[in-house]
């Protein structure tokens, strides 16, 4: 059972209240302030700590759970229905695909010191000429991430690469339309 109430949230130092969308009883989830897709949301614990491994059984259950009801969410959203004759949105899981990816510690690239998990959509015909994962920072410097690259799938396992300078900071009032927006259709998921 979840449900949303507007108390005070933080992700890491951030105040973010107004860009929660979604909460559990472990987890919350926020839309991001510089997203690298559209629909790059973060699904955050409650608890503030930095390290994956500091969360207990229900706390990594319920941050989990809550990934696999956005992904619901986004596909709904950012996929579309191949039933649709107007091709319409409202696309199911298998209708798109997703990265859901964690940089767990600082060397791996985390810069936020709060454990969270990015989703990013990633429809069918969104272009695959990406390095979603170079972006991540810090990556060339990361001999795990290294190794890992060896054996990654070539063009469909990687984050985006958007322009720097495409990338600015979103508006308040950007983040808020879009968390109203995102709290409406989770009311539409199971
Ligand atoms: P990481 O580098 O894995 O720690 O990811 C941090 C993520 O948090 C990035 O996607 C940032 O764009 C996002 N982010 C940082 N500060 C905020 C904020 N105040 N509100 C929303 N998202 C944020």
């Keep these: 059972m979840s449900s949303y109430s507007w ?11 107004s860009q929660v969308f979604y909460s559990t009883l472990h987890s919350y ?15 955050v614990s409650n608890r503030i700590v930095p390290r994956f491994t ?4 229900n706390e990594v259950t319920d941050l989990y759970m809550t990934v696999q009801k956005v992904q619901r969410m986004l596909a709904k959203v950012y996929f579309k229905d ?3 004759e107007k091709g319409g949105f409202g696309g199911k899981l298998e209708d798109g695909a997703f990265n859901v990816a964690m940089q767990d510690g ?3 690239g985390q810069t936020v010191p709060h454990v969270h998990v990015h989703i990013i959509p ?4 969104s272009p695959q000429n990406d390095q979603i994962y170079d972006r991540m920072e810090s990556e060339e410097g990361n001999v795990g991430g290294a190794l890992w690259d060896r054996s ?3 063009n469909q396992g990687k984050f985006a690469k958007p322009e720097e300078s495409e990338r600015k900071n979103r508006t308040e009032e950007e983040m808020v339309k879009e968390a109203n927006f995102f709290r409406e259709q989770m009311e539409l998921v199971d």
């Design 82 to 84: 191949p039933e649709s």
């Design 7 to 17: 108390k005070l949230t933080y992700f890491g130092p951030y105040e973010i209240t």
């Design 106 to 108: 600082v060397s791996a």
């Design 122 to 125: 990633r429809p069918k015909d």
């Design 54 to 57: 500091d969360l207990n059984a």
């Design 152 to 154: 990654r799938p070539v």
């Design 29 to 43: 989830c926020l839309v991001n302030i510089k997203p690298l897709l559209p629909g790059h949301v973060l699904v």
